[in-house]
């Protein structure tokens, strides 16, 4: 069955004011997760936070089922984090990494990943590899054998920038470090709720998201899987009285699955809103939503691209996803997001510090992103066009 849209509008209470293009950034959530959420606060402040936690242990436990059942994985491969930064910090700094050893990423690199790696390669003594690319940002997929060797501690690779609707190839780069005994890390933080992610046919050893974005949850939420087989043989760097048992006096012994990169500390109503916002997808279809997603950007990227102050700055060719980014000749991306906002139609500004080497690379200083989710309709784009032919385009002088 289709999308019905009129349905999904009328439970987005934000979506009917505003034309809202920033679910890369932060989405606007279903009423049901709006309603747990506050539903939850409620009861906290009713009860207390651990009689209303033990109310909803069973809706808490599947928070993470239905996770699962997006990444197609099982429940314990997966530990819930406060944001994706976290989730991937806790793995990326689990790694072992010693003098001498690589880590290899890519030229999209988000820049919270690439300080961390930064970071550590220089605790250690360790070298940080950027893949090459072509201009438009894609992995050099033929370079990539000069590249992976015995040397290699990690391939860190990110599904979907956080600055344009690039797809990265991850199951053949994927395959390729597993050859040469490199684990690999995939940061889907704009992937998970945009585009199919199946953990094991994406063939990652760790990947991790967000709830704010896609999948449209609550802030203070992220998650983070774990490939089964890895699980017992990675011991976090920090650990708590959940993630490990205190056994005896000189003993403790880490949680067995995924669990152990948790910590027992939760705001536990965003917990509830995260699983309400996945089963929420799940119940829409996320095969339909990912198509109105991918089709919605492919027509305002069209729609831009016939306006002649405005350049697209999304690869060109191959298969893309649900961000768009483009300039205004002349106007700067803030004045645009500015202009925009007095109009109702919310985007927002991708920045050089956020992904340095890509947008290093391509010239660009800043970029306005406009990211359109299944609530986004017609008329909504219909705003955002005539937003910008609205502008004044003339170069300041
Ligand atoms: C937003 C984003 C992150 C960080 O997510 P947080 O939940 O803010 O930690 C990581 N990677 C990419 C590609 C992003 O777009």
Redesign the pocket.
């Known amino acids: 069955m289709a999308l019905d849209l009129h349905r999904i509008r009328a439970e987005t209470p934000g979506c009917h004011d505003l034309a809202f293009f920033d679910s890369?950034?932060s989405s606007l959530p279903p009423a049901p997760v709006l309603d747990t959420v506050i539903g939850h606060l409620r009861r906290e402040a009713e009860v207390g936070g651990y009689r209303a936690a033990a109310e909803r242990a069973a809706d808490l436990a599947a928070v993470k089922d239905a996770i699962g059942a997006l990444i197609g994985a099982p429940a314990g491969t997966i530990a819930l984090s406060d944001?994706?930064?976290?989730?991937?910090c806790d793995f990326f700094y689990a790694v072992p990494l010693r003098a001498g050893q690589r880590i290899v990423v890519t030229g999209?690199d988000?820049a919270?990943?690439a300080i961390a790696a930064l970071q550590r390669a220089r605790a250690a003594g360790a070298e940080v590899v950027v893949l090459p690319s072509d201009a438009d940002g894609r992995v050099d997929l033929d370079a990539l054998d000069a590249v992976l060797d015995e040397r290699v501690a990690l391939v860190s690779l990110?599904?979907?920038?956080?600055n344009s609707g690039l797809v990265a190839p991850v199951r053949e780069i994927a395959d390729r470090a597993h050859a040469v005994g490199a684990p690999v890390l995939l940061?889907a933080?704009?992937s998970v709720g945009q585009v199919t992610v199946d953990a094991r046919e994406l063939g990652v050893d760790a990947l991790?998201?967000?709830?704010?974005?896609w999948l449209r949850g609550p802030r203070g939420t992220?998650f983070l899987y774990v490939r089964p087989e890895l699980i017992e043989r990675i011991e976090p760097r920090s650990l708590d009285l959940h993630s490990a048992q205190w056994v005896a006096e000189g003993e403790y012994c880490v949680a067995s699955d995924a669990a152990r990169f948790e910590t027992w500390e939760a705001d536990v109503a965003a917990r509830l809103g995260l699983g309400a916002a996945v089963r929420y997808l799940l119940e829409l279809g996320p095969d339909h939503v990912f198509a109105a997603i991918t089709r919605r950007a492919a027509g305002i990227r069209e729609r831009l691209a016939a306006l002649p102050a405005v350049t697209v700055r999304d690869p060109v060719g191959g298969a893309l996803g649900g961000i768009v980014s483009f300039t205004v000749d002349g106007v700067d991306p803030d004045r645009v997001q500015a202009a925009l906002f007095d109009r109702g139609v919310v985007v927002s500004v991708t920045r050089r510090g956020?992904?340095l080497r890509d947008m290093t690379a391509r010239g660009l200083t800043a970029a306005v992103r406009a990211s359109a989710h299944a609530f986004v309709s017609d008329v909504d784009v219909d705003r955002l066009v005539d937003g910008i032919v609205g502008l004044d385009v003339r170069p300041r002088s």
């Open positions: 890369a950034g944001s994706a930064t976290r989730a991937w999209v988000y919270s990943n990110v599904h979907v920038p956080t940061d933080c704009q991790t998201a967000t709830g704010r974005k992220g956020s992904t």
